[in-house]
Every structure is written in C-alpha cells, then in structure tokens.
C-alpha cells in the first residue's frame, strides 16, 4: 500500500527528528550482539564462511520484516493503520541522520571552543580514525568526511529501500550495511571472512550513494555553494577513491563546500594515502557546520523523494 509506506517513512523520519536514536535496547545494537555471537560459530579464514554468515544474518533480519508485515496485513483501515505504524518504527529504528547531525555540531562546538581532547574522545562515534594523532584540522576533516559518506549511508540509502521494499527493505539494508561495519575490513582477521560484508555493502550502496550524489549536488546554494562545482568535483575525483560508492558522497561534499578532502589518512590499523577529493582550501570548523546544515537538507529532500516514490511505485 503506497500511500501507508510513504506515510510511515515521513513520520519514522519526523520521530528520528525529534526523538533521535532509541535510547535503551536498540534494535541495532540488539542485531551487532547477535552477529558476534554468531560469528564465534561461523568465523573460518575464508570467504565461504564469510558468505554464510551474511546469508544467514541479512537474511534472518529481511524474513522478520516480511513476518511483521504479513501481522499486520489485516483489511481496510486496519491494514493501513498497522503499515503506517510498523513502517515508522522500522524507520526510526534504521536511520542515523538526527544523531549524525548532533555529533557533528558537537564536534564543532569543541574545536571552536579549543577542546581537542574533547573533540578526540567524541571522533570515534563518527569514524575509524586514530584521534590521538590528529590536530584541530585533521579531526575536522575527519569529522566531515565521515558526514558526508553517512549522509548517505545512514540516511539517503535506508530511505531508497524503504521505498523500494518496505519494512523488508528497511530492515535488511540496515543489517547490510551494520556487518559491513562490524567485519568488512580488510586487516587479519576480516580480510576473507568479511569480503561478503563488504561486496554486499557495496551493490546496496551503488545506487543510494548516487542519488546523494545528486540531492547534495543540487543543494550545494543552501551552503553558497555552486551546483556546477560539486558536480565536477563528483564526475572528476569520485572514481579516484577506493570505495564506489564515498567517492561520490564525499567529491560531491567537498565540490558543494569548495574544499579539498582526501589526503593522508591514519587509522588505528595503519595509514593510508587517500585521493584528494575537491578543490579549495582544507576544510575548518566553519566548514564543518556547513556540511552538517547541507547534510540536513539532503536528508530532508531524500524523505520527500522516497515518499513520493513509495506512493507513486504502488499506485
């Protein structure tokens, strides 16, 4: 029913807006718990075990949002009722947009005020990187870059799958990308076991990541930026990056700012040398708030999109 799923991803995304994060239990965390404690079961050095353990998992997750659906597939009133109801929860309970936002005002907050270990200890809920070792800049790079790649992730792409498949869809991007977090890395242990996590993140990403591409594209002017400079920086530097799919997310951020991202990177793992993305100066905290009011409009463009989606694809 078209008209109940656009309604439920608006107010799942209003109750995100006002309410944030589910602050006990979250069903998120619930599913991270649930993935190690299986993992002690499935982990082997190689790719088939990896490929087991994210069949199982996402699978699990895709079949419980098809069962809460069907409870709820009653007639009339009812019905609609019960799918705008469980479609707002599963989107409240899968996006991360309102606490990304928080954190980067925050981050802001300490960097302007001059508490750089207040900044380093807060890093590591926005981003792998090593705090210790970075200065006011470098931890507001990091904090935009990791802004710009959720944006998408933890708003633009739960929000397409919503609109896509529902509940299922909802619920199955969002254990997608979380095993992609907890295992696709390419370090010791992960390096095989984790190549499923990663590749699936990666095709449900491909197509999200680029209608982020396009909304930040086009409201690069919300920040004073030009739509013309986020699209070059996209269509030139995107494709230096190593994953497909930031690229996009972060040129298009950097060319809408008009700032250069990218460069070396140090993680806890070890450094990497990243492809700068962008042209201009290295991003400051001033450019750091105008990511996350650009990254709040892209959020709410994306909603509107996705319900009218949803309502348009069922009729």
């Not at 656009?6 to 599913?31: K, Q, S």
């Not at 309102?98 to 270990?117: F, P, Q, V």
């Amino acid at each position: 029913m078209g008209t109940a799923t656009a309604a439920g991803l608006l107010i799942g995304f209003g109750m995100d807006r006002v309410l944030g994060d589910p602050r006990r239990g979250h069903p998120v965390a619930g599913f991270g718990t649930a993935a190690m404690r299986l993992e002690e079961f499935t982990y082997r050095n190689d790719r088939a075990a990896g490929v087991i353990h994210e069949i199982v998992l996402v699978g699990a997750t895709a079949g419980l949002g098809v069962g809460l659906h069907r409870v709820v597939a009653g007639r009339g009133v009812v019905r609609g009722l019960g799918e705008v109801a469980l479609t707002a929860a599963a989107t409240w309970t899968v996006l991360g947009g309102t606490t990304l936002a928080k954190t980067g005002r925050e981050m802001a907050d300490r960097l302007e005020s001059g508490d750089i270990d207040g900044a380093r200890q807060l890093l590591p809920s926005l981003c792998g990187r090593d705090p210790e070792v970075l200065d006011a800049d470098g931890l507001a790079r990091a904090a935009l870059e990791s802004i710009a790649e959720n944006t998408s992730d933890a708003t633009v792409a739960p929000l397409f799958w919503g609109a896509v498949a529902g509940v299922p869809g909802l619920l199955a991007y969002r254990a997608v990308n979380t095993l992609d977090a907890m295992i696709g890395y390419r370090n010791e242990r992960y390096n095989r076991f984790g190549w499923a996590a990663a590749r699936t993140d990666d095709v449900a990403n491909l197509a999200p990541a680029r209608v982020s591409g396009i909304i930040t594209t086009a409201l690069a002017p919300v920040i004073g930026g030009r739509p013309a400079d986020a699209w070059r920086a996209w269509r030139r530097d995107a494709r230096k990056h190593p994953s497909p799919n930031a690229g996009v997310a972060e040129a298009s951020m950097a060319g809408a700012l008009g700032v250069t991202l990218g460069g070396k990177t140090e993680y806890r793992h070890g450094v990497e040398l990243r492809p700068t993305l962008g042209d201009g100066p290295v991003p400051r905290v001033a450019d750091l708030r105008r990511a996350v009011r650009l990254s709040e409009a892209v959020q709410a463009a994306t909603v509107l999109a996705a319900a009218t989606a949803a309502y348009l694809r069922r009729r």
